[in-house]
């Protein structure tokens, strides 16, 4: 079945610097989103990337998409230790409205 | 308005116990999905419904898991005869009227702990 996983399994940084997350996928998408989650509780949606671009923004967020690689990458640039939290990944299973999400990225940013 | 509630935010019970989640998405919210996560694991999908139907159940672990949704809008998750291995946190998402580009907003969640 269809799941994102993402690299690494952690990444700890200290604030101010960028922070990059990768996520691969296995069958053809026509969107993926990441998704934020603060101590284990409720996951807040970041940004949503369609099939037909190649980058996206949203503040500090940077989202790029290869769709020829099946691969997609989350930058956060001048972090903070506000931005410590896994990252979820999360590519649509097949055209349905199911997203299957991987174990994700924790990331630590050291003040 | 309000995003998606859950209830309760904990909950600890003797195994062989039933227990009811309940979850209320946001007004308007036509599609409701429940996951599960357990300790540093990602998400893992339970069940999704479309108003009051549910056309993929495949992510119920057995048939002690079940879930309903009525009037398009709350639903309850039902575990009985809990076991430990139950013990996780119980999130559920909604989103407007499925179309293909879907954010889904998150509750709180419900964290289950199985004695």
């Known amino acids: 079945s269809q799941q994102g996983e993402e690299d690494p399994q952690a990444l700890s940084i200290q604030e101010g610097e960028n922070a990059t997350m990768n996520c691969s996928y296995k069958t053809s998408i026509n969107n993926l989103q990441w998704y934020r989650q603060n101590s284990g509780r409720g996951l807040v949606h970041l940004i949503l990337i369609r099939s037909n671009e190649r980058e996206k923004h949203s503040g500090r967020l940077r989202v790029t998409l290869d769709t020829s690689k099946k691969s997609s990458s989350l930058l956060i640039t001048a972090s903070r230790a506000a931005d410590t939290a896994s990252y979820f990944c999360a590519p649509p299973q097949g055209g349905s409205e199911k997203l299957v999400f991987g174990k994700g990225t924790k990331l630590t940013v050291n003040p | 308005g309000a995003g998606v509630s859950q209830s309760p935010s904990n909950k600890v019970t003797e195994k062989g116990k039933d227990v009811e989640l309940r979850c209320d998405p946001i007004s308007g919210h036509t599609a409701l999905y429940w996951y599960r996560q357990s300790l540093g694991q990602g998400l893992e999908f339970l069940i999704y419904f479309q108003g009051n139907s549910a056309p993929d159940k495949s992510g119920l672990p057995s048939d002690r898991f079940s879930a309903e949704r009525t009037g398009g809008s709350v639903s309850t998750l039902t575990i009985q005869r809990t076991q430990q291995e139950d013990s996780a946190v119980y999130l559920c998402?909604?989103?407007?009227?499925?179309?293909?580009?879907?954010?889904?907003?998150f509750g709180p969640g419900t964290r289950l702990t199985v004695l």
């Open positions: 998402a909604s989103s407007v009227k499925d179309r293909v580009h879907n954010e889904q907003f």
